[in-house]
């Protein structure tokens, strides 16, 4: 029987969808939610879904306790939205409501509202990975994979069909015949994965601020290329004047005071490609953001080195230009220069955090 | 109907449970109508919390959200219910499965507890004894609404009386203000012609039997009379959802759903009304079943243990429980040993009064007429003492502004008395009455706020204005005090509007606009 209140959980759950949709700008320019993911579940605190009402504000109410202390002695905090604490204990505690969403519905959200194209993965969809799983019993093998409760079992049902079983004294003994053990079946998976390269310039113009923008913009990226493959690797190219591969963390919180030279990283890039993913099998993405600086001649690297090695590999190649007070911002003039209409090249300048948003739909709404 | 059943569901221990109980609960004095138990998980007894305990009632995204938070409570081990009971005849009692047997018996005094209380307090007078069954019926005329003017129409429309709902008068069951509306009756329009104010007479006798000045005077009174009934609501009104019910633009089945919302309103209210005394007389009752007759020596530690949690004060928060039972039991002492009366208040001699003991013995028949006839706002207001809120340790506290936090502001009676009251009034909701209907004879809503010092939260107060909006369809207005200032809200369906009221001619007015 379906019960009532799944109806009403899933009108809720509607409810709070049309919320962050509506609201999704916000949550994106904001960052809101990053950091609070937790595996597989984003928690997005939502204020203003319970219903208004006529009732009292914090200033100048108050209420009853019981317990030691002081007078002046704080008890405690009004926050936001938090209701005069002990009203006779009439009302349930007010509390900003935390909606939980799971990476995919969020995914999902994302992609209708910016009206995303679902991606297209190239062709490998149809390459058939072998896999194996431990799912299937077989009477041989080896005394590792020997699978105890079938085994007990299986001698216990012999024990009693022979009368051999005495239940004052309830020994059972495998016999060779009785013993089994686990075994391995191959699975079949369409393999449809995919590779995030992140470079980023971090060099001494670029702030604080502005990695901001890029964390959060690659949060959003990650979510939505998550959402369309099964297997989403993610990789950190660093670079200022020379470029190297870092984790994550390094990733975010790196700060360098040199000079700028974006075509080694380009150049790292290519060859992290050409090593492990090769694009026969992986569909890859690159995604470079900067404030733009970068020494002259070495611009002309760069488109080189995009036309000749990474755009005939890429699914898609994403650079983001993040306005630096520092940076001279000329990097996106050239690559404009450069190319003319590349399908799978995408260009976004990122004023300030507003501008995420669009930032995003440039780069995912090409469904590449 | 899955929950709503009949007792077969009840496994055989718990039923021989129920029957001793309600036997000891009998013997006692208590007085209570029948009582159903059912036996559910707690995804069940989350799921029929969630819905104010009734499992039949009207779809409503709210429910939903209840729900959501009850059972995340639960599953990450923040909260959890042990009972629910139902104000119904026969009453309905929801027990939580896994409970241990000793919080069965503990749950079930409880149950008799509340089940009395229902049956005998005069709050509860008013309320439908059968609301299990109306329940059902609101809930199937509200869905049908929604089959035929579909459910997102419907339910925008439940949301907007939901954020009225709490504007009833509660003591309007009590009072008959005007009579129901009879739509048969003609008898206003029939009756046009004014009656005559002279008394027959000859001619020459007329100066004499109809006075000129008493003639004005009656002429005077008539039209006092008529002024009168041409303001619109003749007294401020209270009973907003009547009012918007008698008044407001709205069709059939919005009027009907308006009607549902107030009517469950005014079911919930005296639970409201009565929650120190309630829970305070339940716990009093399972307390004294469980320590004197129920409770078996393996047991005692586990009881100690929920009863002390049940009990628990934490600061800045009022335990209804245990206030309730303390207060209960501080009066049951004081009848007992005869500390009332003229001569117990005269006597000044702290000593004297301590030890005072006539061994009048009238505690339980004391106790049991305060539950007839209190709610909490009356119970605080005759029974709190100095002595026990020193006992008690209680404190009022204050939101310290600049601080942003709550501290302790005093712990002297009269403070603690004045917040608590206040706490209790009207559910520690303000008071707001509808002035006039029909403001700047523009058919416009006017309201006021009784202001007791403290301000409405301003968000919530504009949200709540466009949400009455839809129903007047006029613009509406709410007179208040914005830190103690005397101002106008106005919602005129675009836009919001802050306007300083009176005696401010000096500045300039101070209009803050918010984009609908």
């Known amino acids: 029987m379906v019960r009532k209140i799944e109806r009403d959980q899933n009108r809720f759950r509607q409810i709070v969808r049309g919320k962050i949709k509506a609201d999704l700008k916000k949550y994106i320019t904001h960052g809101e939610m990053?950091?609070?993911?937790?595996?597989?579940?984003?928690?997005?605190?939502?204020?203003?879904?319970?219903?208004p009402e006529f009732r009292y504000g914090p200033k100048g109410s108050g209420g009853v306790g019981q317990g030691p202390g002081d007078v002046g002695q704080p008890i405690g905090r009004s926050g936001d939205g938090e209701e005069g604490a002990g009203q006779a204990g009439d009302s349930p505690g007010q509390h900003i409501l935390e909606v939980e969403l799971t990476m995919d519905e969020l995914a999902e959200i994302l992609g209708e509202e910016l009206e995303l194209p679902r991606i297209q993965p190239k062709g490998q969809a149809n390459i058939i990975e072998e896999k194996d799983r431990y799912t299937g019993i077989r009477q041989a093998g080896p005394e590792s994979l020997r699978h105890f409760k079938r085994t007990y079992k299986k001698a216990l049902k012999r024990q009693i069909a022979s009368n051999t079983y005495n239940p004052d004294d309830p020994i059972v003994i495998p016999v060779r015949e009785d013993k089994l053990y686990r075994s391995w079946n191959p699975i079949y998976l369409p393999q449809t994965n995919a590779v995030v390269l992140y470079l980023m310039d971090v060099s001494g113009s670029m702030t604080d601020d502005q990695k901001e923008i890029v964390r959060i913009e690659a949060f959003w990226i990650d979510t939505w290329l998550r959402s369309q493959y099964d297997g989403v690797t993610t990789r950190y190219i660093i670079h200022d004047a020379g470029a190297k591969e870092v984790d994550e963390h390094t990733f975010y919180h790196t700060r360098e005071s040199g000079g700028t030279r974006i075509s080694s990283a380009y150049r790292l890039a290519h060859k992290i490609i050409e090593a492990d993913h090769p694009p026969a099998d992986w569909n890859i993405y690159v995604l470079h953001f900067s404030d733009g600086d970068n020494w002259g001649e070495d611009n002309r690297h760069c488109v080189e080195l995009l036309r000749k090695g990474l755009l005939p590999k890429c699914n898609l190649f994403g650079y983001g230009q993040v306005e630096s007070p520092y940076g001279s911002g000329e990097f996106i003039r050239e690559l404009e220069d450069a190319f003319e209409n590349e399908p799978n090249l995408a260009l976004s300048e990122i004023r300030d955090k507003e501008g995420i948003y669009d930032s995003i739909k440039e780069f995912l709404g090409r469904g590449r | 109907m899955?929950?709503?059943s009949t007792q077969h569901d009840l496994p055989a221990?718990?039923?021989?449970?129920?029957?001793?109980?309600?036997?000891?609960?009998?013997?006692?004095?208590?007085?209570?109508?029948?009582?159903?138990?059912?036996?559910?998980d707690y995804d069940e007894l989350s799921e029929i919390a969630a819905l104010g305990g009734f499992p039949t009632r009207y779809p409503h995204w709210r429910f939903g959200m209840e729900y959501e938070q009850?059972?995340?409570?639960?599953?990450?081990?923040?909260?959890?219910?042990?009972?629910?009971?139902?104000?119904?005849?026969?009453?309905?009692?929801?027990?939580?499965?896994?409970?241990?047997?000793?919080?069965?018996?503990?749950?079930?005094?409880?149950?008799?507890?509340?089940?009395?209380?229902?049956?005998?307090?005069?709050?509860?007078?008013?309320?439908?004894?059968?609301?299990?069954?109306?329940?059902?019926?609101?809930?199937?005329?509200?869905?049908?609404?929604?089959?035929?003017?579909?459910?997102?129409?419907?339910?925008?429309?439940?949301?907007?009386?939901?954020?009225?709902?709490?504007?009833?008068?509660?003591?309007?069951?009590?009072?008959?203000?005007?009579?129901?509306?009879?739509?048969?009756?003609?008898?206003?329009?029939?009756?046009?012609?004014?009656?005559?104010?002279?008394?027959?007479?000859?001619?020459y006798m007329d100066s004499f039997v109809n006075p000129p000045e008493a003639l004005k005077e009656v002429a005077r009174q008539r039209e006092a009379e008529n002024a009168k009934a041409r303001r619109f609501p003749e007294q401020p009104e209270r009973d907003i959802l009547l009012f918007l019910l008698e008044h407001a633009p709205l069709t059939a089945w919005q009027q009907d759903v308006l009607a549902i919302i107030r009517e469950e309103a005014y079911y919930f209210a005296p639970q409201g009304q009565t929650k120190i005394m309630n829970e305070g007389w339940a716990s009093y009752w399972h307390s004294t079943m469980m320590t004197t007759r129920l409770l078996d020596g393996s047991e005692l530690v586990d009881y100690a243990d929920h009863h002390s949690g049940t009990m628990a004060t934490q600061p800045g928060r009022l335990n209804p429980y245990k206030l309730g039972i303390e207060l209960l039991r501080d009066i049951e002492e004081r009848w007992d040993k005869g500390q009332f009366g003229p001569e117990y208040d005269a006597c000044d001699d702290y000593e004297t009064r301590r030890t005072w003991n006539t061994g009048a013995g009238l505690g339980r028949q004391k106790i049991f007429e305060v539950r007839r006839i209190h709610s909490d706002v009356t119970f605080i207001d005759t029974f709190l003492t100095p002595d026990f809120c020193r006992r008690q340790q209680m404190f009022s506290f204050r939101h310290n502004d600049q601080a942003e936090l709550y501290e302790i502001e005093s712990r002297e009676f009269k403070k603690i008395k004045e917040r608590l009251l206040f706490g209790l009034t009207n559910f520690g909701r303000p008071i707001i009455r509808i002035k006039d209907g029909n403001y700047r004879n523009r058919g416009e809503l006017y309201l006021e706020q009784e202001y007791f010092g403290v301000d409405l939260k301003l968000d919530h107060a504009q949200d709540t204005l466009r949400h009455l909006h839809r129903l007047w369809t006029r613009p509406v207005q709410l007179e208040t005090c914005v830190e103690g200032r005397p101002t106008l809200l106005s919602f005129d369906g675009t836009d919001h509007t802050i306007r300083p009221l009176g005696g401010q001619s000096h500045e300039p007015e101070h209009r803050d606009r918010r984009r609908a």
């Open chain 1, 34 to 51: 990053i950091g609070k993911t937790g595996g597989e579940l984003v928690s997005i605190p939502m204020p203003s879904i319970d219903l």
């Open chain 2, 2 to 4: 899955s929950f709503v």
């Open chain 2, 13 to 40: 221990d718990l039923r021989a449970l129920q029957v001793e109980i309600e036997e000891h609960a009998r013997s006692f004095g208590l007085d209570f109508y029948d009582t159903i138990f059912e036996v559910l």
């Open chain 2, 70 to 203: 009850l059972s995340k409570g639960y599953r990450y081990g923040l909260q959890k219910i042990y009972e629910m009971v139902i104000n119904n005849d026969p009453c309905y009692a929801y027990l939580l499965r896994c409970n241990m047997p000793v919080d069965q018996k503990l749950v079930m005094a409880h149950v008799y507890g509340h089940n009395d209380f229902f049956k005998n307090n005069i709050c509860f007078a008013p309320t439908n004894r059968k609301m299990m069954d109306e329940m059902a019926n609101h809930g199937n005329r509200i869905r049908s609404f929604m089959e035929r003017f579909g459910e997102e129409t419907v339910e925008n429309f439940i949301d907007s009386c939901l954020c009225l709902d709490s504007l009833i008068d509660i003591h309007s069951p009590f009072i008959k203000r005007r009579d129901a509306p009879n739509r048969y009756d003609f008898s206003n329009e029939a009756d046009q012609t004014p009656p005559s104010d002279k008394f027959r007479s000859k001619d």
